[in-house]
């Protein structure tokens, strides 16, 4: 597998004195303030991410390596209103430096709280780099946080595969929800600890949350007022997250999943899908405007994640990607990981979508 890195030349300054052990696959291996390893096992190639980051990525050789990789992904130049910001936001005053996430399983890497904490040597945290994902590899938040940052951030990755926004409105498989997962951070994090000292103006809170609601909930009658109850749910917890500081709020809306594997084989359910996802986007970006307005001192950013997967199902060869976007698997040339789940490139694509949005938006 080779992963296509981000265009750009960039330069770190590598010590290599006193440094005899060899990263392992995906571990660091470079950047500034780095003082470990600094060659990779065979295999896999110490490559240049950013400054702060060089990783053991697979490749045939063991050197460093510093040239540039020039991607083959064709991110779309337009920028529409909604993929900037859900609206106009006075910009933050400082370089994002940590961030707190919640989601589901197209997020989850597999963190606990009560884990290594993020660090200058591990900006994830635990578990291993790149963690326990549905892609075959790095995510959307892996390499957000690895490759396309433009400052040093350290990321809490609260998302659980299978999460709901709410286990009391929707249990699909009984694992924390996105309210679980709130608590959890309100428990440990609200109160700004030494492990996390966050600040409001350098903190960023990301929800990518809503395909599991959706996929238990589509069929329902009453979908379009349900809709409602979910998503006044989830901005009740992220008011809760204001209240004790944040205000730099990152969405996504919900991708189009009725063209996984799972479902598209079944055209009835397909369409009915699609029609609720349509609705809950619209809804969602109505939220997102109310909440800004509502919020004093806020600034709202939505990742267009349903054009960011349409723009490269409908163009899957530009992407380095087969033309069979039906079928799944380990191979990185198959657009979907399993019948739900997107593979490295889909993911690679959308990090570098959320880097930029992030970017416009005010940090980095």
Not at 86 to 105: A, C, I, M, N, R
Request: proline share 5%; aromatic share 12%.
């Amino acid at each position: 597998m080779k992963l296509k890195l981000v265009s750009g030349v960039f330069i770190a300054l590598l010590s290599l004195k006193g440094v005899t052990a060899q990263g392992g696959a995906w571990s660091q291996c470079g950047g500034i303030g780095w003082s470990g390893a600094a060659t990779c096992i065979s295999g896999y190639t110490c490559t240049v991410l950013n400054p702060y980051y060089s990783q053991c990525l697979p490749g045939s050789s063991s050197s460093i390596t510093t040239t540039t990789t020039t991607t083959a992904t064709r991110i779309s130049t337009t920028l529409s209103t909604t993929a900037r910001t859900s609206s106009p936001s006075p910009s933050p005053t400082s370089s994002l430096k940590y961030w707190f996430s919640f989601g589901d399983s197209y997020t989850a890497t597999g963190f606990s709280a009560t884990g290594n904490q993020p660090s200058a040597q591990n900006p994830l945290g635990n578990p291993t780099y790149p963690g326990q994902t549905t892609s075959n590899g790095p995510n959307w938040i892996d390499v957000v946080t690895v490759k396309y940052n433009r400052s040093q951030t350290f990321t809490y990755n609260f998302a659980v595969s299978g999460a709901t926004i709410d286990n009391a409105l929707v249990n699909s498989v009984n694992v924390p929800s996105m309210t679980d997962q709130v608590n959890t951070w309100t428990t440990r994090y609200s109160n700004k600890p030494v492990t996390a000292p966050w600040q409001s103006d350098n903190t960023m809170f990301s929800a990518f949350i809503g395909i599991n609601d959706i996929g238990s909930s589509y069929s329902r009658s009453d979908i379009n007022t349900f809709i409602d109850t979910l998503l006044t749910a989830e901005f009740k917890l992220l008011d809760k997250i204001y209240t004790s500081g944040g205000r730099n709020f990152l969405f996504h809306n919900i991708p189009p999943v009725e063209r996984s594997p799972l479902i598209s084989g079944q055209p009835s359910w397909a369409t009915q899908e699609k029609t609720v996802i349509a609705t809950w986007n619209s809804k969602l970006q109505t939220y997102i405007t109310n909440f800004k307005n509502s919020h004093s001192g806020s600034n709202t950013f939505l990742v267009d994640s349903n054009a960011q997967f349409t723009m490269v199902l409908n163009n899957p060869t530009t992407y380095g990607l087969s033309s069979d976007t039906k079928s799944s698997g380990t191979n990185q040339q198959l657009f979907w990981a399993d019948v739900y789940h997107p593979n490295t490139v889909m993911h690679d694509v959308l990090g570098k979508e959320v880097a930029r949005v992030v970017q416009v938006g005010g940090f980095w």
